[in-house]
């Protein structure tokens, strides 16, 4: 099955907003670990796999 050019564009697009935002995450995460506030970098780290893990899912779809 085909799906449109306009439908395409917006898969592509969320699946660039769920990778930046996992980015986001492990950038915040890195901060976290600098100030030893370990338990922080820890949860910042498990957001940006499930933004990545949402990316895939689109990807798969």
């Given amino acids: 099955m085909e799906i449109s050019k306009e439908l395409t564009d917006a898969i592509n697009e969320q699946i660039n ?3 930046y935002s ?3 995450y492990l950038s915040m995460a890195t901060w976290f670990e600098e100030q030893n506030l370990d338990g922080m970098a ?3 780290k498990i957001q940006a796999k499930e933004e ?3 990316a895939i899912r ?3 779809a």
């Fill in 17 to 19: 907003f769920e990778m």
């Fill in 22 to 24: 996992g980015y986001v």
């Fill in 42 to 44: 820890h949860w910042m």
């Fill in 52 to 54: 990545y893990e949402h």
């Fill in 58 to 60: 689109f990807w798969n």
